[in-house]
């Protein structure tokens, strides 16, 4: 987190503004996990009369890197010229291909919808927001897959791990560039599907290895 040398009046005013505002009530509804969420638009209507009230503003911006990963920055400002700035917080857009493994997505329209998702969880954060639980994600992430011990090892290791110091890459690559992060997958993802493809690769390999 990065912010100005003295954050004095911007403390005032946000514990103000917190004192202000209320729990957000939940305005649309994802058909994939069959949950609620608070859209950014409705977030931003309820808090941006009692930001200003208050001297206070949101900034976004989004960013990209070379390896796919789209991410958005946030920053609270005041009017006294304080500010909080966040740090950057990614996530790399992929869509589900034929088999039930998972691919880079580059469009434009998997870009604005992870720019979106980001935005929304950001400003959440940075404002302390009451909006309940919130398990929105298909936006920003494919539909939820199913893995089983049916799946193939070959369609396992072409699922791409969405999280983590591998994000973006295929769990075949992450077998050959990090055994005991895939080994750890096994024992501890709470992704449990990744968790189960990791688990066939190994009962496959391990199967190869004993013919």
Not at 34 to 48: F, G, H, N, P
Not at 105 to 120: E, M, T
């Amino acid at each position: 987190m990065n912010k100005s040398e003295s954050i004095k009046e911007i403390a005032v005013a946000l514990a103000k503004f917190n004192g202000e505002v209320s729990k957000i009530s939940k305005d649309a509804k994802n058909p994939q996990f069959k949950s609620e969420y608070v859209t950014l638009d409705a977030l931003i209507q309820a808090t941006r009369p009692i930001l200003q009230s208050h001297g206070l503003s949101i900034m976004q911006f989004p960013l990209a890197k070379e390896t796919g990963e789209i991410g958005v920055q946030t920053m609270l400002l005041h009017e006294s010229g304080e500010f909080i700035e966040s740090e950057p917080l990614y996530m790399t857009p992929v869509r589900m291909v034929k088999g039930g493994s998972f691919e880079i997505a580059k469009d434009p329209q998997a870009a604005g919808s992870v720019i979106s998702y980001l935005r929304r969880y950001s400003y959440q954060a940075i404002l302390n927001l009451n909006t309940g639980e919130d398990d929105d994600a298909n936006k920003a992430t494919p539909p939820q897959y199913v893995v089983d011990e049916n799946t193939s090892p070959e369609e396992a290791g072409s699922i791409i791990c969405t999280f983590g110091k591998y994000q973006g890459k295929t769990l075949k690559e992450i077998y050959k560039e990090d055994i005991k992060y895939f080994e750890w997958l096994v024992d501890k993802a709470t992704d449990t599907n990744i968790k189960i493809a990791c688990k066939v690769m190994m009962d496959a390999l391990k199967q190869h290895k004993g013919n």
